[in-house]
């Protein structure tokens, strides 16, 4: 008999469905309840996993009682949102998205792993799939962006990063399962009601290359998907998850989720919601006590059978036993010495800045020559603790460095004249002088250098803003430098967990970096950038509205029977604003100039089972070496369903000294032509489509060609 069916056979009703409870430890706050000591539910089996919970000290006398001191001595999984980056912070997920670099993904992920697994924690909450394209919700931070396809390529990416190779990482979790990207009017855990056409072709895409990356575990969203909550949500749970792909990992629910039943209306008491959530398919309760004190009633009631609690307590022991808990529950814990965290910030540097997005740079400004006076205005200039972003549980308060210290270490010999201006969202009284004091540096700076944006606590979970601009009064703190700047260039680095509706800062910054939230390194990966030390490469992953009133707006929109037609009134556009975005999907200047020619395809035809090359030439036109992001798009002009106007099916890098070309090859599989046809099912469609490549999602920056899809 092996050794989960000997647990299992030997496990009380009790015993059982401490298996399946995650109880969070007070050492990181990330929901509503705070629990006490937990000692005596760790003993008696009733607590068999604990979120929230890292160092190494902590972790092993915790986990000693559950060892040492329980009955059946099964050790308890340690889960933590280790979101990016643990002690070392990278950037927000968002930010890393902008990277379009698989092998860097998958880099820092591993460092997280590494640096958590040495804290004693054996799962994270990650990654996030989320595809979002509302920058009102808060949580847009913690995603992948607007598109599905780099969601699919992000999830797979990180879950290898995570997990490392049979699971000698962290366990990861994807989550949350799923549109809760789509939360109706951007506003946290409200309803998402979308097509299941959308539900498939947008948001699904990212968790089945989780499952196919080999993702440990799953979490549904806290979210109702068109009135049945997916902690409840049996079709997409045991039917798409377990049925269609196969899943056979672990789900747990997000936090309180299962009690929250209640609150959705679709269970009268704990007991109804417990089976709810089981019969559903979720196998952990996370801090809802609702298993422990509501499976036991359901089971009388006959509205859950032990079979199935046995099931569930069958994938956390396969899963704790996959982890080599069984064998050494303190697995890595205090393995990291302070040379890896030496080499944990090398690599937060390196990530920081190909992390950023150069979104303007008017005249070449920069990168900026020898300055000898700078002005460093605004209120995220010197802000280390912002600089973590939100999820940052376990890093320092002020282990980040700030714009004004990579400065100060990387021109020793220029003029830093720094003031803050005004608060980040701070009231009126104390702005009046600040913004005068900060306009006063300008006189006899060669370049003005603004730091605004948002605080790390405006995005992420239960951040959603109704209106997505600078926060308090930095607008204004804006309009005065600009107004005092003169002549002189204004660099502005903005920071936040969002594209955030700037307009007018763009129209008059010379230049404009979207920093995000960049992490341990922020300040000396900008720094590298704006110095040309590094030719900036990020790429948006997510549209930039110009207005409030445009969200969503992304890139993978519908023609319509009646496309925008500026000579025709009754098209599709709005009185008040043009239709585009301020920067498209894919925008990002480097310091180099690229012009792509030449597109060629290794055949005209492609059939299901077939692959073809589509290559570009791509030159370097400008004064400096770059790398260069080559994105593949195709539109499907006529189908049996309407399809998007551009799809992403591909993507990859170059990097050319000033004045060099090369070429750039992807490869396009048939199947990746397959939509969702009319019945959802996969759908291979023979008939022309076009294929493009180029820098952005912009048709009109890209080189295109038709091919034929052929039966096979
Ligand atoms: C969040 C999850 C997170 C969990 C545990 C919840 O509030 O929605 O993303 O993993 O808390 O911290």
Known sequence: MSRIDQLIGAMTLSEKLGQLTMTA????????????????????????????????????????????????????LIGLDVIHGHRTLFPVPLAEAAMFDAALWTE???????EAAADGVTMTFAPMCDVCRDPRWGRIVEGPGEDPFVGAAIAAAKVAGFQGKNLDGIAACAKHFAAYGAVMAGREYASTDISARTLHEVHLASFAAAV????????????????????????????????????????????????????????ADLAEAAALALNAGVDIDMMAEAYGDGLPVALERRLVTMDQIDAAVRRVLRLKERLGLFDDPY???????????????????????????????????????????????????????????????????????????????????????????VAIDGGAAEEAGGIAIAAALCDGADVIILCVGEAANMSGEAASRAHPHLPGQQQRLCDAIFEKAGGRPVITILFSGRPLIVPALVEKSAALLAAWFPGSEAGNAIVDLITGKVSPSGCTPVSWPRATGQIPVFFGERNGGRPIN??????????????????????????????????KLSATTLARSGTLAASVDVANEGGHTAEETVFLFCHDRLASVTRPLLELKGFAKITLAAGARGTVTLALKGTDLCFPGADLAPLFEPGEVEIFLGPAADRTRLVGATIRLVAD
């Open 108 to 114: 820092t992920a591993h460092a997280a792993a590494r």
């Open 566 to 599: 500026p000579a025709d009134h009754y098209t599709s556009k709005y009185l008040d604003s043009e239709n585009s975005p301020l920067f498209v999907f894919g925008d990002g200047l480097g310091y180099g100039r690229f012009a792509f020619s030449n597109l």
């Open 25 to 76: 430890a007070p050492y990181a706050v990330t929901g509503p309840f705070v629990a006490g000591d937990l000692s005596e539910g760790i003993k008696s089996g009733t607590i068999g996993n604990l979120l929230n919970l890292y160092g190494p000290e902590i972790v092993a006398r915790t986990q000693r009682l559950a060892v040492e001191e329980s009955r059946l001595g099964i050790p308890l």
């Open 331 to 421: 697995r890595s814990a205090g393995a990291e010495s302070a040379a890896d965290l030496a080499k944990r910030r090398v690599l937060a540097r390196d990530a920081g800045a190909k992390s950023m997005v150069l979104l303007k740079n008017e005249k070449d400004v920069l990168p900026l020559t020898k300055p000898r006076r700078i002005a460093l205005i605004g209120p995220l200039a010197d802000a280390a603790q912002e600089m973590r972003g939100p999820w940052a549980a376990a890093a320092p308060l002020t282990g980040c460095a700030t714009v004004l210290e990579g400065l100060r270490a990387a021109l020793p010999d220029a003029e830093i004249e720094y003031a803050l201006g």
């Open 212 to 267: 196919a990356a080999g993702v440990a575990a799953i979490m549904p969203a806290f979210t109702e998907l068109d009135g049945v909550p997916m902690t409840a949500n049996r079709e997409l749970l045991q039917g798409y998850l377990r049925g269609q792909l196969g899943f056979e990992g672990v789900i747990i629910s997000d936090y309180n989720a299962i009690a929250e039943l209640m609150r959705h209306g679709v269970a």
